[in-house]
């Protein structure tokens, strides 16, 4: 897929995305941020293409999204996953209550998946 530029109303979203993160993208980001996992690079609410990803390590291509119910059988996050696949990413996504009941799996599963470009996401 060729590169789009980010517009600035893309660009103004991910900033209020940052501003507004819910508790689990919160608490998930105090483990990810200043290389604190496993000395990983991310970055939070990141647009990429049309859409902005909640966590993105661009070295490994690893997007980590993190989900509430309104996201079960989701076409759109089909769409979404899809579009970013041909982009060269993996989706890799985690419920909310995953991440405030098992962070440790959450972060564990995470490095698994930077380490290992061949896993591919369970949903």
């Known amino acids: 897929m060729p590169h789009q530029p ?3 109303a893309k660009r103004s979203f991910a900033r209020t995305l940052r501003r507004e993160m819910t508790e689990s993208e919160h608490k998930l980001w ?6 604190r ?15 902005v990803a909640d966590f993105v390590c661009l070295e490994a291509r690893l997007i980590v999204e993190i989900d509430g119910s309104q ?3 989701s076409a759109s996050d089909e769409i979404r996953g899809a579009e970013l696949k041909a982009r060269g990413f993996r989706v890799l996504r ?4 995953d991440v405030l009941k098992d962070l440790d799996g ?13 896993l591919q996401p369970w949903r």
């Open 30 to 35: 105090q483990e990810l941020r200043d290389r």
């Open 94 to 97: 985690f419920w909310n209550d």
């Open 106 to 118: 959450v972060c564990d599963t995470i490095i698994a998946y930077v380490k290992d470009a061949l």
């Open 71 to 73: 996201h079960a059988d």
């Open 37 to 51: 996992l496993d000395g990983i690079k991310f970055r939070r609410q990141t647009p990429i293409g049309k859409y």
């Open 6 to 8: 980010i517009t600035k």
